[in-house]
């Protein structure tokens, strides 16, 4: 991989900002897009807002921007309140899903462009749109029109439009939706290994998970204006604070119970099917209804002689090929519904109508109260509430 070039700028090396929200609230009428949101962006971070339509993550980068103005609220960048200021006066690139790139300028006038606002001299234009185009490896394709280049091409001119006049912090709203799988996949590489080399602090809106958690150092799931939980990937899939979070991010068996018993290591609970199982210790009263979220790839196939906390005999009901794994759809005998997914087995594997004896340990159930507060059962201290330490929201 070649290595980023040197930009040309007498300045120091760029290194991204530090971003702070405050409190920031946005009302349409009388309803509420995104409701007293706080959060702290390091520098050089890159950090998702990932959440469903209407969460709230699109109205937030559009007041980071300057494109919509906070009910009420601060914008903090670079430790400089920045919320009344016009967009063109706030130092920040941003790159959006349809590239908006000018049809009628070539490549090289629409990388320009930025630097011609700000009334650069030719000279210098030419050297910072020169290295732009160097960074997004697209040297050569200064003269060509945004009609004469492929989705790729379209998306990393508009990057370098994003970057040419080194801003503090780079805004990207659903920067790849519009590449195909392949594509997307090799922007994605592209994307970090700039951000890395040139130390970008970076917010970036997508409702593609994978995307998300393949960029991010840390990901904000936001729900109702509100961000549920704050955390790196690894947090927010292994050990998700709330149960929209554990439903929402990836896959699971989302399962209702009630708490029967303490027994020794380990806790009862039977869900409202009838299916009794184990989790962790402590992990909530006893006699309380909770809420149950188990991975589909934390269940496995038992062996004869093979045990687990848990143990159950299904049915498989379907079975959905996925290339590099199958998703199993099982239906124990107390009529409860599971999803296990699993490495395609060699020579085959059991299918449909077949009974199948599955387990998982005590610790893969993610116990939660009905008030959707976090209770861990996975040996580990739950993380940090929203609003507690940095980034709450």
Not at 147 to 161: K, M, P, T
Request: aromatic share 6%; charged share 25%; proline share 7%.
């Amino acid at each position: 991989m070649s290595p980023v070039p040197t930009s040309p700028s007498a300045a120091a090396p760029l290194r991204g900002a530090v971003v702070r929200l405050d409190r920031l609230r946005k009302e349409f009428g009388g309803a509420v897009a995104v409701d007293d949101l706080s959060l702290e962006v390091g520098s050089g971070e890159f950090l998702t807002l990932l959440g469903p339509s209407g969460s709230g993550k699109s109205t937030t980068l559009l007041m980071i921007a300057g494109f919509v103005v906070p009910t009420r609220g601060e914008v903090y960048v670079g430790g400089n309140a920045i919320t009344r200021k016009p967009p063109h006066e706030r130092d920040i690139g941003i790159v959006f899903q349809n590239y908006a790139l000018f049809p009628h300028l070539t490549v090289y006038d629409n990388v320009a462009f930025p630097l011609r606002m700000r009334k650069q001299p030719a000279a210098r234009v030419a050297e910072r749109v020169g290295w732009a185009l160097d960074l997004i490896r697209l040297g050569g394709l200064g003269g060509r029109y945004p009609h004469q280049l492929s989705g790729g091409q379209q998306q990393r001119v508009a990057l370098a439009r994003a970057l040419v006049f080194e801003p503090s912090l780079l805004l990207m709203d659903e920067p790849l939706g519009a590449l195909d799988r392949r594509l997307r996949e090799t922007m994605q590489g592209e994307l970090k290994r700039l951000q890395r080399a040139l130390g970008l602090t970076v917010i970036c809106v997508t409702h593609d998970q994978e995307e998300a958690l393949t960029l991010s150092d840390r990901i904000a799931i936001m729900n109702h204006g509100r961000i549920e939980h704050l955390g790196t990937p690894e947090d927010l899939y292994e050990r998700p604070q709330t149960p929209f979070v554990a439903e929402f991010l990836g896959e699971s068996n989302a399962l209702a119970a009630k708490v029967l018993r303490d027994d020794g290591p380990r806790t009862i609970v039977r869900t409202t099917q009838g299916l009794e199982m184990s989790v962790r210790a402590g992990a909530a009263k006893s006699a309380s209804e909770v809420r149950l979220a188990i991975r589909p790839e934390r269940i496995d196939f038992l062996e004869p002689g093979e045990s687990r906390d848990n143990v159950v005999d299904a049915v498989i009901d379907e079975t959905v090929y996925l290339g590099d794994a199958v998703r199993y759809l099982l239906r124990t005998a107390s009529g409860e519904g599971l999803t296990l997914k699993a490495r395609c087995p060699a020579g085959g594997g059991p299918g449909i109508g077949d009974t199948v004896r599955v387990g998982w340990a005590a610790d893969a159930v993610m116990v939660y109260a009905n008030t959707h507060a976090f209770v861990s059962s996975s040996g580990l201290p739950p993380p940090a509430q929203p609003g507690e330490g940095r980034g709450g929201g």
